[in-house]
């Protein structure tokens, strides 16, 4: 079964700085779908970036981007410039293809508490 | 307007109560799912439907019980409330569609039900 490991329970970051989230994952698919989603306290859970297993660039979405290691099944996310808005709870998720009817199981790392101080 | 929308936001209820919690999304997306979030921040998935079509059936006890008129709304009805139950309830759906479907896109999230059972 594919699990995800977030082995930082809390991080802190100054402003302006640049704060690197871990998250490691297990599977035997060659092919495959990483995500970061992030729960600021509003609990909204809003996806962050997205990286395809099967491409070797990493993922960018402005300050965000991905260190993707597929032999070491390891997805980080980096933030950089870090804002007082980027405070929140980040997950690692990855997708698991259910084999009928379309659904796309994603299976969550237990998340990481970033706090960003001014 | 919301892509994704659960009501209500916030459910607070006695022990032995039956509740429900609605949700709807228009993005034409075709899978629609229910995770659950502990007090501890993990997102578990509950159940998942493509097109109307139970799909995903977690180790959920028999007193949750999904129920989707349409592709587009996915309720959940909860009999014999527990102190357990107790958690956020997310809403979600994806792009998946056919009967291999397109991985990769993620979900869309509601904003989540808080339950808490008294």
């Known amino acids: 079964a594919q699990t995800v490991t977030q082995s930082q329970p809390e991080m802190s970051v100054q402003e302006a700085e640049t704060v690197t989230l871990s998250c490691t994952y297990d599977?035997?698919?060659?092919?495959?779908?990483l995500f970061w989603y992030k729960q600021p306290p509003s609990r909204q859970m809003i996806l962050v970036i997205r990286?395809?297993?099967?491409?070797?660039q990493n993922a960018t979405e402005n300050r965000f981007s991905v260190n993707f290691q597929k032999a070491a099944k390891s997805f980080s996310l980096k933030i950089s410039d870090s804002q007082l808005g980027d405070a929140a709870m980040y997950f690692c998720?990855?997708?698991?293809?259910?084999?009928?009817?379309?659904?796309?199981?994603?299976?969550f790392g237990k998340g990481t508490k970033l706090t960003v101080n001014p | 307007d919301t892509a994704v929308s659960q009501t209500p936001k916030y459910l607070v209820t006695q022990m032995g109560n039956d509740k429900s919690i609605k949700c709807e999304q228009n993005l034409g997306h075709d899978t629609m799912y229910w995770y659950k979030q502990d007090s501890k921040k993990f997102l578990k998935i509950m159940f998942s439907y493509n097109n109307k079509e139970l799909i995903i059936n977690e180790t959920v006890p028999n007193r949750f019980s999904p129920k989707s008129p349409d592709k587009a709304h996915l309720n959940l009805h909860i009999n014999s409330l527990e102190l357990g139950d107790s958690a956020v309830y997310f809403c979600?759906?994806?792009?998946?569609?056919?009967?291999?479907?397109?991985?990769?896109?993620?979900?869309?999230f509601g904003s989540g039900t808080r339950l808490t059972v008294v």
């Open positions: 998720a990855y997708s698991v293809g259910v084999t009928q009817g379309g659904s796309e199981k994603l299976v």
């Open positions: 599977t035997s698919e060659s092919d495959y779908y």
């Open positions: 990286q395809e297993a099967y491409k070797q």
């Open positions: 979600a759906s994806s792009q998946g569609t056919g009967w291999t479907g397109p991985r990769g896109y993620g979900y869309t």
